[in-house]
């Protein structure tokens, strides 16, 4: 059964500062997305990582995969506040034939501070 | 276009009452797919669809029904609702498989069942 794990659960940083949120996950997969969920919205999709080594970046944000680890980086470059939000990776379990199926991490509250 | 639109916002329902929760889209999205999501868990899938006429469980299917009978709805029926049920209800579409295309959510729909 695939499971996926975030870390750090919330995270607290200044403005200005980096920090990198993980997501580790238990079997094999070259597909993980992230999204990003304001507080009381719906979700939005960030990053589509689609094989060993792709990397994205989108502001300062940047995603990594590493499918080998089975862990995928957000990395957050100087933080600023409008970043406040919470953070999910998902998973793409690899079954065969055409699915919709995803596995989520439990998320990561991030909160800039000024 | 509207997107992924949901109804109701807010429902409050007692043990054992029925219901159902609507989703549509007007993107012409082939895979459709209704999640939940509680405190500390994440998202997870409740059912999704492929297409008109094919639906499948994700991982927590139990209670839940679904039928996909156009290509734009993709109502979720809770036959009987229980307390375990309280959740916040997204639904999502996507025009081809996860991976593929983005994946767009709705707003959401906050159900209590007392």
């Known amino acids: 059964e695939l499971k996926v794990e975030q870390n750090p659960l919330f995270l607290s940083m200044q ?3 980096n920090y990198t949120i993980y997501c580790n ?3 094999t997969s070259d597909r993980l997305y992230w999204y990003r969920q304001d ?13 060993n080594g792709a990397v994205k970046q989108e502001g300062r944000l940047m995603a990594s995969l590493d499918t080998k680890a089975r862990l995928s980086t957000l990395h957050i470059t100087a933080a600023v506040h409008d970043l406040s939000a919470t953070y999910f990776c998902a998973v793409d379990p690899p079954i065969r034939g055409a699915t ?11 909160a800039v501070q000024p | 276009n509207a997107g992924v639109t949901q109804t109701p916002k807010f429902q409050v329902l007692k043990t054992g009452q029925s219901m159902t929760l609507q989703c549509a ?8 797919s209704w999640y939940r999501q509680d405190p500390g868990m994440g998202l997870r899938l409740i059912h999704y669809s492929v297409g008109a006429g094919i639906t499948d469980q994700g991982e927590v299917p139990n209670g839940y029904n679904v039928s996909r009978s156009t290509t734009e709805d993709f109502p979720l029926r809770l036959l ?24 767009y959510f709705g707003p959401g729909t906050r159900l209590t069942v007392l």
Request: overall charge negative; proline content about 3%.
């Open chain 1, 15 to 17: 403005e200005g500062k």
């Open chain 1, 100 to 110: 919709n199926k995803l596995i989520f991490g439990t998320g990561t509250l991030l």
């Open chain 2, 80 to 103: 009987s609702a229980a307390p375990s049920q309280t959740s916040v209800y997204f639904c999502a579409s996507n025009r081809g498989a996860i991976g593929t295309d983005t994946q």
């Open chain 1, 39 to 51: 507080p009381g919205k719906s979700l939005e999709s960030l990053f589509v990582l689609l094989s």
């Open chain 1, 25 to 27: 996950y238990s079997t």
């Open chain 2, 25 to 32: 889209q007007d993107m012409n999205h082939e895979y459709m």
